[in-house]
């Protein structure tokens, strides 16, 4: 059976990466993951996900500089919703003026960041 969602998790640390896209499998979505925003450039034409969930530090292209160049790429979709998730506690620094549809302060809480993804994606495949 073909999996329902495709979520697009960008996140440097391997550790939270792992972590985050074994619960959405877990909950029956297809995953793709990228460790940086120049990874998560290609795969998000790849994949063409439903949902991505964006780490804002990041080596080589963070999550800002990931934002600029997807709004600025032809392949740009103001539909796709893109959540961030960042340490940073001022939301309204992290996301002024960037085409994000939420914001989560890490660390993330996994039943929060169901509620997102559902929210987003409906439910994944049926067990």
Not at 20 to 37: M, N, Q, T
Not at 62 to 72: E, T
Not at 91 to 108: E, F, N, T, W
Request: glycine share 8%; charged share 20%; hydrophobic share 50%.
């Amino acid at each position: 059976m073909a999996l329902a969602t495709n979520i697009l998790v960008i996140e440097d640390d391997e550790a939270i990466r792992d972590a985050l896209c074994d619960l959405l499998r877990d909950e029956g979505f297809s995953v793709a993951c990228a460790c940086d925003g120049v990874e998560g450039l290609a795969q998000i034409e790849r994949s063409r996900p439903r949902l991505v969930l964006l780490d804002w530090w990041m080596p080589r292209m963070d999550g800002g500089a990931f934002l600029r160049v997807w709004q600025g790429s032809a392949a740009f979709d103001p539909a796709l919703p893109i959540v961030l998730m960042t340490g940073v506690a001022d939301q309204a620094v992290v996301c002024d003026g960037l085409p994000v549809a939420g914001y989560m302060r890490k660390p993330v809480e996994m039943a929060a960041l169901l509620a997102v993804v559902l929210e987003h994606c409906g439910p994944g495949v049926a067990k």
